[in-house]
């Protein structure tokens, strides 16, 4: 971590914008997260959308020159790495690989990095088309096998002994999206450990993403008693529980929970439970950071999350969730409150997760857009430089 700044802030990286076979069979030649992008549409008076890059326009991260722009960008923002989600669905079968892989392998930009598994499984439900509700329908399963967990193991390790690697008490970075998907994660983590040992390393810094509430906690009881809507303590135990070394925490569900009316929270709730759908959800981001964090997160092995925005619609269309009024100078008010929860910790150990750097079709990106320009980016380092004073 730089002296002058108050976190490591490790932004999460989607690497969806180049085309793939799998995305063309799916969704048609050419697709790319650029495609829900430009297509977006305004579902309300002063709806933002649709949002339209600026300085690196709709870039191909096939294209080096784009990934170093990137890496310029990040640094600009006070950004320590990039974490690239990581799609292994086992037997070797990923996706989405290559940007990744060409970083690693051509050793550019020289810029620190982590990864975070995305162990879901792969459905329609993921890039949906535009909103149009169709059956769900997996299109490719994640298969858990230990013999594959070696596998697995032995394709990260080159990355984990890359010298931009981002590690946590000398141990590479690992997250793990679904930490309870595995079906022993005790057992998961044991292999990995044993081999990274045996590879040199001093082992793995397991990190498990964690919301503090679910959309499935919700129930009238707590809505009129909302301080117990903070479920944070048993949530982030069972995962330090499981084995893992720290939790990647999130409190949107939470937070946009705490601001909800009980027509709107009625409302939604019959929609689901009824008519199997969801409605358009939209809070205010303002009410939004109020909510987001909880006291656990000033827990040592706890490391929050930042959210700038959030606007599904891209790809949900009217199943989405949209904040509105989401402005560089709120998130830079987001961080400083955030900052708060890391006071104490070791310098390895504050950390905070951006949520994220290039997420254009959730609408959470600090990449620069014709609205807001470097506004987010300028806003993070700010925040990150001033600290609390």
Known sequence: MKND??????????????????????WGKGFTEWTNVARAKPLFKGHYQPHVPADLGFYDLRVPEVREAQAQLARKAGIEGFCYY??????????LERPFNEVLESGKPDFPFCLCWANHDWSNKLWSDGGIVVKEEVLMKQVYDEDDYIKHFAYVLPAFKDKRYM??????????????DLPDTKRFIKI?????????????????????????????????????????????????DAGFDGVNSRGFFRAEFC?????????????????????????????????????????????????????????????????VGST?????????????????????????????????????????????????IDALYEALTEGNN
């Open 192 to 240: 990995w450990t044993e081999l990274a040992k045996k590879n040199g390393l001093k082992g793995v810094y397991f990190i498990g993403n964690q919301n503090n509430m679910s959309f499935d906690d919700y129930s009238f009881k707590m809505f009129f008693d909302k301080k117990k809507s903070n479920l944070a303590h048993e949530k982030y135990t069972a995962v330090l």
């Open 86 to 95: 990581h799609y292994w669905f086992g037997a070797g079968n990923q996706l």
């Open 259 to 323: 601001t909800r009316s009980l027509f709107d929270y009625v409302k939604r709730l019959a929609f689901r439970k009824i008519f199997k759908k969801y409605s358009l959800s939209i809070c205010k981001q303002s009410e939004v950071n109020k909510h987001i964090f909880v006291p656990e997160d000033k827990w040592e092995n706890v490391y929050p999350t930042l959210f700038p925005n959030w606007d599904h619609s891209p790809r949900s269309g009217k199943r989405g969730r949209i904040y």
């Open 328 to 376: 560089p100078g709120l998130f830079k008010e987001q961080v400083k409150n955030v900052l708060t929860l890391l006071e104490g910790r070791p310098e390895d150990h504050r950390v905070l997760f951006l949520q994220a750097w290039n997420e254009w079709g959730e609408g959470n990106h600090i990449e620069p857009d014709l609205k807001f320009g470097h506004g987010y």
């Open 167 to 180: 590690k946590i008490d000398g141990k590479p970075i690992f997250v793990i999206w679904h930490p309870f």
């Open 5 to 26: 700044l108050q976190a490591r802030v490790i932004a999460m990286y989607l690497p969806q914008f180049h085309p793939i076979p799998e995305n063309d069979e799916w």
